[in-house]
């Protein structure tokens, strides 16, 4: 099993945060089998104020590029994606159109 750590920011507005935590306690069910489709075993979001924070254990065979077309063939996770993006924004540092940003691990025990 392999562990990732991405970040990713909220747009700074107290409703739609509140609607984003909402719409991630009963996440959609397709959205949840494509993510375990794509070889994550375990995903945790955590969040302080605007700021997101995702763990993402993986299988071996797990790639992100495989992810990405498995997601942008998949209608139904191209219409959650598009509903994020209204409460999401990217991070310092992120690229044009870049959601999630792997972290890099500079410290375990």
């Known amino acids: 099993m392999r562990r990732f750590a991405l970040g990713l920011d909220l747009i700074d507005d107290e409703a739609l945060i509140a609607e984003y935590d909402a719409y991630h306690r009963d996440v959609w069910p397709e959205i949840r089998d494509s993510i375990r489709d794509a070889g994550v075993a375990n995903m945790e979001i955590y969040r302080f104020a605007n700021r997101l924070f995702m763990v993402m254990e993986v299988n071996e065979s797990f790639t992100f590029e495989e992810k990405a077309d498995m997601d942008a063939s998949n209608a139904k996770v191209q219409e959650w994606e598009q509903l994020m993006w209204k409460y999401?924004?990217?991070?310092?540092?992120?690229?044009k159109g870049e959601k999630w940003v792997l972290m890099n691990k500079i410290f375990a025990l």
């Open 88 to 95: 999401q924004q990217a991070i310092p540092g992120a690229k």
